[in-house]
């Protein structure tokens, strides 16, 4: 036994050296500590100890444990049942062709091509307005939206599970008939102790749980996450979160948490995105703009943004990385430039990112604009988001982090916390998973305000789970509940909860876990 264990710590060992070895940070990393090796520092006769020592005076300690940190927490957790994995592989491959198939019947029907070379004027108009490409000359009136949220929901409501036996003319309705295993509000209080034991947290009023008022309360928590920062540990940071974060320290902590640092080579790889940008016209820049347009543009929190976001996602767009680091590989196309032969140097990955963006994609990227001045740090942090979290959100899957798994954990605690009000959804035959699943696709970015939205943000980091997503979701659902029982149509119960200026994350969410 003791021979298998020692293997299995030699074969964890190794694979973690060669990932390790593919982080964007590890060519840094290694050259800092070749050059602490061969200083005068380590001596020979002490090795092990001067070298250890010269690691943790140097910093790289840290940043060696916050490398097998972030290694750690890139390994997949808990796939679905084998039986369900291969379900919902073919269920996404299916999706995925439908949304080809619409971007080349849209290329059909307005003439164009997926993609093509810049011709030097839009070149350098695009170039000239980089900085303000709300200004950039492009027609994307004719334009229109791959797919919804509404859309997609469609696709998931009619997903037959392996052993699902229909009935004739029976109505979509839930996710129950999908057999996966999500947690009980049980478990949920547990994951979340910090708010179901009603312990003060930022976003609160603390007056009932600390002996000092909010501003001294805010006051200890910004001390508390300077002291934290200072330790440049990731877990520690993550830990920091569970109580909320200070807006003066979250660009820190979650950069840390993420291991989104930039550097010089994050930089230039940047630059060669925009390059790429500059360089190739693809149908999916419309795509974004057009989407920018519709979201952020009307937004009265993010109209101002709307060039760096353009900036950013149409960078996003051209990233190989993004389709390289995804835990699973999305389908994409081959298109030969217009107008050249089929050669390999006329051939380009569409999308290079491999992600083909929906009505509200932009709303992933907005909040960060709060956080950053500088778009490649934002860049970055969005991507790294993006890469963790946000893909789940829009991929037919069966990952407990997944939007499947997610729209099945709202409807069994909406069934456990009020089953009138899950009664009075199915009596008027609409699906409770309708009035809030554009909220949790997009994890309620442009629903809530950017300081509550942040507050749940922080939340996601520190326990690492979407789950409190759907827990946010059925909370409002419930605290709204007067008005929806009044009301048995789908127009009317979304104008019930269409206003979520009111809500407080932090104290809806505490109120939700704590035990009655």
Known sequence: MEEIKDKGVYYTAVKLCEDIK???????????????????????????????????????????????????????????????????????????????????????????????????????????????????????????????????????????????????????????????????????????????????????????????????????????????????????????????CPPSLRTKMWKLVLGSDTNDTHRLQYEKLKSHVLQYDLMIDKLIIKDIHLTASNDDQYFVFEDVLHQVLLCFSRDPEVLKLLPYKPGYMQVVLKGKSSVPESTLTFPPSGVIPFHGFTMYAAPFCYLFDDSVELYFMFRAFYLRYWFRLHKVCGHPQGIVCLCLLYERLLQCFDTVLWHHFKKNNIPPIRVVFKWMMRAFSGHLPPDQLLYLWDLILAYDSLEIVPLLAVTIVIFRRANLLRVNTLQNMEAVLADLSSISVMSMLQMSLSKE
């Open 22 to 244: 593919q982080m964007p940070s590890y060519p840094s990393l290694y050259s800092d500590v070749q050059k602490v090796v061969s200083s005068t520092s380590v001596k020979n006769d002490e090795f092990g100890d001067s070298l250890t020592k010269v690691l943790k005076e140097s910093g790289l300690e840290a940043r060696l444990r916050n490398s097998v940190y972030y290694w750690v927490r890139s390994q997949s957790k808990e796939p679905a049942p084998p039986m369900f994995d291969s379900f919902f592989k073919k269920a996404q491959i299916q999706w995925e062709k439908r949304i080809h198939k619409s971007l080349n019947s849209m290329c059909t029907e307005l003439g164009i091509h997926l993609a093509r070379l810049r011709t030097n004027s839009d070149r350098e108009e695009l170039l000239e307005k980089w900085g303000e490409l709300s200004n950039y000359d492009v027609d994307i009136s004719k334009y229109r939206p791959v797919y919804s949220p509404k859309d997609f929901l469609e696709v998931l409501l009619n997903l037959k599970g392996p052993n699902y036996k229909p009935k004739q003319d029976e109505p979509a309705w839930d996710f129950s008939h999908i057999p996966i295993k999500v947690k009980e509000l049980s478990e949920l209080r547990i994951l979340y102790s910090e708010l179901s034991h009603g312990e003060a947290v930022l976003g609160i009023d603390v007056s009932r749980n600390a002996s000092c008022g909010y501003a001294a309360f805010e006051a200890e928590r910004i001390e508390l996450g300077e002291k934290v920062f200072e330790t440049n540990h990731a877990p520690i940071a993550q830990e920091y979160l569970k109580k909320g």
